[in-house]
């Protein structure tokens, strides 16, 4: 049965979202700290973690960093009333899936949970993704280019695999907002040039065409 753990200090929130989990079938643990949460997380019998950010004892962005340091790989959707844009980002970078804002609807909540919770074994697929000198492992969210092996942030890696899951295909700004960022955003924000550009720092920016007024394509290089 699929495990879910409840990082939240308010007893009203963390009761109504477990008891909705519970309804469809899935167990939860509720946790009111940072310290309980990245035990919890590192036990092996977490499936995905709900992270509120302000926990009772401390920063739940600081023990996400280092429940990622670790290399936990645990899906992780931080649950928060911080909502501002500069929070999101921050939020995303220390190693976050997915960022909902309170207040929020449970069944946009249980939507995004299945999404996170549908892994490549799974659901069957392959693991890697390779197109040209880029390979794509699924499992470990490791990218290598050619022999070399490069580290990628959550976001980073989120967008790789938008364009490694679409080679050859144009990608509009609007449709790597909904594959990457997987929430309303305002459209009008450059964050997905920003992160184009973080990514061909890393890859190599032969690797991610532009076509002007149009998006971006990943191009396969020999």
Do not use: C
């Amino acid at each position: 049965m699929t495990q879910i753990l409840i990082a939240e200090d308010e007893a009203r929130i963390a009761a109504f979202v477990a008891k909705g989990l519970q309804a469809h079938g899935m167990t939860t643990t509720v946790v009111p700290s940072a310290r309980e949460a990245y035990d919890h997380a590192l036990s092996g019998t977490v499936d995905l973690l709900l992270l509120d950010l302000g926990l009772e004892d401390g920063d739940g962005g600081d023990m996400l960093r280092n429940l990622r340091a670790t290399g936990s790989t645990v899906p992780v959707i931080i649950l928060t009333a911080r909502n501002s844009v500069s929070d999101t980002v921050a939020g995303l970078e220390s190693g976050a899936d997915d960022y909902m804002s309170k207040p929020f609807r449970f069944e946009e909540l249980l939507a995004r949970i299945r999404l996170r919770l549908r892994t490549p074994a799974a659901a069957g697929e392959q693991s890697t993704l390779t197109h040209g000198r880029l390979t794509l492992d699924l499992l470990t969210r490791r990218i290598r280019v050619g022999p070399r092996e490069v580290e990628l942030s959550a976001r980073e890696f989120s967008l790789a695999e938008a364009f490694m899951r679409h080679p050859g295909h144009v990608l509009s700004r609007e449709q790597l907002l909904s594959q990457v960022w997987g929430y309303d955003f305002d459209p009008g924000s450059n964050v997905v040039d920003v992160y184009v550009r973080y990514l061909r720092r890393k890859i190599g920016a032969e690797h991610i065409a532009t076509l002007r007024g149009m998006g971006y394509r990943l191009v396969e290089v020999p």
